[in-house]
Each structure stands twice: as structure tokens, then as C-alpha cells.
T-cell receptor
Framework: EAQVTQNPRYLITVTGKKLTVTCSQN?????MSWYRQDPGLGLRQIYY???????DKGDVPEGYKVSRKEKRNFPLILESPSPNQTSLYFC????????????FGQGTRLTVV | DQQVKQNSPSLSVQEGRISILNCDYT??????FLWYKKYPAEGPTFLIS?????DKNEDGRFTVFLNKSAKHLSLHIVPSQPGDSAVYFC?????????FGTGTSLTVIP
């Protein structure tokens, strides 16, 4: 089954404790990206990757890091989480930028206290 | 500053009638527009898209209209079904980046 898998689904952490949210896709897609969803703000793109070792900032990259060492995986790293990073996070993948149908993961609910 | 706006947070429609969801954007350089549907506790799923060089795209019960002069996008669902009840997001692409609206919650009343 074609899917994008995020882990964990739920996470509560404390301010400053480094964390990683994993994202994996099984469709051999080139393009992957991370979004956060906040009330009244919709989905905002954090980072995206056009292919292995190629990543770039989206609309709200501050406080986040990503890496793309393998085509299937695109982890999101919060080096020093803060309460304003409490949000619902989605990972997405698509075949390419112009093949615009993106497949989304089920989301990760992160709470930073 | 929000470049893609959905000014109606919610919409209720009777089953069988037409649902019209609206979206406005500010950047005339957007080259592709998309609609996604989202159910609770799930990720968004792709619905339909339209290139900026077209003004209409149809897929079954779903039609997207693009009015570039007004910087306005709309999604028509005909006929509406109870299973269409979800949050709908419009999105626009610029280069390799995507910008989403805040979503409209559609309720289709049986």
C-alpha cells in the first residue's frame, strides 16, 4: 500500500530537549516536505526536499532542521524545542514538483511544555 | 502575511445540492492551484488541481474554477454527499514552495 508514515503520532516533550520526527514514504517519490498546522493559520511549509541531499527552506523554517540522506526518509529535527513549536505536523511526498498530487502522512501532534 | 485566504471558516449544504468553496490569493506569480480534503485525525488528501494557464478543471463531481484577474479560485461539488463533510484546503505553488489557506469546514446535511 502506498503510504507516508510518520512517527511518533503523539509526543509531549519539555523545552530544550532535542527531538526527531521521522517520515518515510514507499512510493519512490522525489519531492518531500514538512508542514505545520495551527488554528487560524492553515498549513505552513517548513522545509522541502527535491531529492537526496537537496533541501530548502519553506515559509517557516526557524527552529527546525531536516536531512535527506535516503530517498525514502525525511526526518524533521527540533534541536531545542520551544512552546511555540507546539503544533500538528505533517510530512508529504510527491513524484516531483510538477506532479503536484502530494500524499500526506497522518500527522504528529507535538506538545512542548 | 497570508498569501492564500479562505474567508469562510465553515459551510453547510443540503445533500444533493451544490457546495461552493472559495479561495483568494494575492500573488499573481502562483503557477498551480490545488484543493485538498482533510478528515479528522488524518492527513490531507489530494482532490483536484488546476494550472494557472487554465480556467477550469473537472473531475467527476468536482470542478475547480480559476479567475486570474480576480485572483480567485473556487471548488464546486455537485451533487454534495454526506461523505464530503470535511475540511477543505486550497493551496498554491510558487517555484518549489506551497502555500495553503486556513481551510473551510464543509458539512453536508442528509
Amino acid at each position: 500500500e502506498a503510504q507516508v508514515t510518520q512517527n511518533p503520532r503523539y509526543l509531549i516533550t519539555v523545552t530544550g530537549k532535542k527531538l526527531t520526527v521521522t517520515c518515510s514514504q514507499n512510493m519512490n517519490h522525489e519531492y518531500m516536505s514538512w508542514y505545520r498546522q495551527d488554528p487560524g493559520l492553515g498549513l505552513r511549509q517548513i522545509y522541502y526536499s527535491m531529492n537526496v541531499e537537496v533541501t530548502d527552506k519553506g515559509d517557516v523554517p526557524e527552529g527546525y532542521k531536516v536531512s535527506r540522506k535516503e530517498k525514502r526518509n525525511f526526518p524533521l529535527i527540533l534541536e531545542s524545542p520551544s512552546p511555540n513549536q507546539t503544533s500538528l505536523y505533517f510530512c508529504a511526498s510527491s513524484q516531483g514538483r510538477y506532479y503536484t498530487e502530494a500524499f500526506f502522512g497522518q500527522g504528529t501532534r507535538l506538545t512542548v511544555v | 502575511d497570508q498569501q492564500v485566504k479562505q474567508n469562510s471558516p465553515s459551510l453547510s449544504v443540503q445533500e444533493g445540492r451544490i457546495s461552493i468553496l472559495n479561495c483568494d490569493y494575492t500573488n499573481s506569480m502562483f503557477d498551480y492551484f490545488l484543493w485538498y480534503k482533510k478528515y479528522p485525525a488524518e492527513g490531507p488528501t489530494f482532490l483536484i488541481s488546476i494550472s494557472s494557464i487554465k480556467d477550469k478543471n473537472e473531475d467527476g463531481r468536482f470542478t475547480v474554477f480559476l479567475n486570474k484577474s480576480a485572483k480567485h479560485l473556487s471548488l464546486h461539488i455537485v451533487p454534495s454527499q454526506p461523505g464530503d463533510s470535511a475540511v477543505y484546503f486550497c493551496a498554491a505553488s510558487l517555484g518549489n514552495q506551497f502555500y495553503f489557506g486556513t481551510g473551510t469546514s464543509l458539512t453536508v446535511i442528509p
